[in-house]
């Protein structure tokens, strides 16, 4: 540094400086020549993320979701008829073990599709390192709901038992725990995992960041959510049931559904039909 010679003005007091209305939430060291993102002073860091004031407005979910269903359908049909028999064949060990192997490559073009129907931008995922996440991501789903199915197995046992000694008071107790446990299950799952996917494609996160961000997004609109997502994996497993032939028609409206409250979230969700 140049050392102050006599005609040098004195450097200005730091005391004296004006200071920023508030102090910056965040640590972060800029280099020489680099600016501040323009909201770099937002005090909750999800904000930079998403919208957190993000509002639950399923009608226009749905009224979206059946503007591109259509031209999705036709877009998507062969992956869900290739991957269709994982559904009704995923309580099989071998089964299931290829199951979680191969859905992540589906959720990957699917997740990518639906966004590109609604924002007509391309978007470029990052091939293992994506599947990679989403796999980690299907890891952990299933594990959620291996370790779910435990206390459903005893209670189902304790159904049976009960009627059959006579007691339906017991049992009908059993039923409403049984209940409780499926819907505190798919409650972790879908806050986990639900806008988690969305997120590894489309911001190539990793899979424990977008998990914790899912969760976050979830804050403030869970009992709305929740039972959107109940819904979605009543259509899906109804779908299965009619001999995978129905989610090949039901899983591209619930993933285009869901794509949509994504990006209603992210405040870049615009209401408009498709060009043809």
């Known amino acids: 540094m140049r050392p102050l010679v006599p005609h040098d003005p004195p450097p200005p ?14 640590d972060r060291f800029f280099e020489e020549g680099e600016e501040p993102p323009e909201r770099f002073d937002l005090a909750d860091p999800a904000a930079y993320f998403f919208d957190t004031d993000w509002k639950v407005v399923p009608r226009r ?3 979206q979701a059946c503007n591109h269903y259509i ?6 049909w062969w992956v869900n008829v290739i991957l269709g028999p994982g559904w009704l064949l995923a309580a099989h060990p071998f089964a299931c073990g290829l199951f979680i ?7 990957m073009w699917l997740t990518r599709w639906s966004l590109e129907h609604f924002t007509q931008t391309k978007v470029t995922t990052h091939g293992m390192k994506t599947y990679g996440a989403l796999l980690y991501l299907a890891i952990s ?3 959620c709901i291996t370790i779910g199915s435990m206390p459903v197995t005893v209670l189902i046992i304790e159904i049976g038992e009960t009627l059959e ?6 049992a009908l107790a059993f039923s409403g725990a049984l209940v409780i446990v499926i819907i505190a299950v798919l409650a972790i799952r879908g806050r986990l995992t639900r806008f ?7 911001r190539q996160m990793k899979t424990g960041q977008a998990m914790r961000l899912s969760w976050r997004m979830w804050k403030g609109r869970f009992w709305s959510l929740l039972a959107w997502e109940l819904l979605t994996v009543l259509a899906e497993l109804v779908g299965v049931a009619a001999f995978w032939v129905g989610i090949v028609f039901v899983r591209p409206f619930t993933t285009l559904f869901w794509s949509a ?6 405040g870049e969700f615009e209401d408009q039909r498709p060009e043809h």
């Open 61 to 63: 979910w749905i009224r």
């Open 261 to 266: 409250a994504y990006l209603s979230a992210l």
């Open 165 to 170: 000694s006579g007691e339906p008071v017991y």
């Open 141 to 143: 789903m299933a594990m």
């Open 101 to 107: 192997l191969f859905e992540p490559i589906a959720t």
């Open 71 to 76: 031209p999705f359908l036709k877009r998507s």
């Open 196 to 202: 988690a996917a969305i997120l590894i494609v489309d």
């Open 13 to 26: 007091d730091p005391s004296a400086l004006p200071k920023p209305p508030h102090e910056p939430p965040h």
